[in-house]
């Protein structure tokens, strides 16, 4: 799939089939976040690849914003470290993430935001690190139509050279 088509395409995947994702996918989607650029290089990241299934459940009973974490074959945690520009850094890395499981027939969605404290706790996760988002991937349990997107216009939302100049 070409990038373009992945980021025209991708929609948020809350239901997912008793499927297991191959080791290999799972280690490109990781490999996408973990090259991704950061601001200096600092890679402010960290990726907690969970397979087990009952920590799995686990995570979506404390996931209050998306209870659906525990259907899916693997979930991905993503603590990030205390400097400036870590929630930006990491949201980088989540988008790469994101697209490259679509490109594999996988679907995902971010989950949660920051103070996932229990979370943090369950995964053992050091003082220094905060949860900011729980990312479920599985192959999705029906089929998406791909690119039926509710989105404002580009006119809407795009300007040539200063605000209010329409972008054609």
């Known amino acids: 799939m070409q990038v373009f088509d992945a980021v025209r395409t991708v929609l948020a995947v809350r239901n997912y089939q008793d499927k297991p994702v191959p080791?290999?996918?799972v280690r490109r989607i990781v490999e996408a976040g973990r090259l991704t650029a950061s601001s200096m290089n600092a890679q402010p990241w960290h990726f907690?690849?969970?397979?087990?299934?009952?920590?799995i459940r686990e995570l979506g009973r404390l996931a209050q914003t998306g209870p659906y974490v525990a259907q899916a074959a693997v979930a991905v945690v993503v603590a990030i470290e205390e400097t400036r520009f870590a929630v930006s850094d990491a949201s980088r890395a989540i988008q790469s993430m994101i697209l490259t499981a679509w490109s594999e027939g996988l679907g995902s969605n971010w989950v949660g935001f920051l103070g996932l404290a229990e979370i943090k706790s369950l995964l053992r996760l050091p003082d220094d690190l905060d949860?900011?988002?729980?990312l479920?991937?599985?192959?999705?349990?029906?089929?998406?139509?791909?690119?039926?997107k509710q989105r404002?216009?580009?006119?809407?939302?795009?300007?040539?050279?200063?605000?209010?100049?329409?972008?054609?």
């Open 23 to 25: 080791p290999d996918i």
């Open 48 to 55: 907690i690849v969970v397979e087990n299934r009952d920590t």
């Open 131 to 134: 949860v900011l988002a729980i």
């Open 136 to 148: 479920p991937f599985g192959y999705p349990a029906q089929a998406h139509g791909q690119g039926k």
């Open 152 to 168: 404002k216009s580009l006119s809407e939302v795009a300007h040539r050279g200063r605000f209010g100049q329409p972008f054609e």
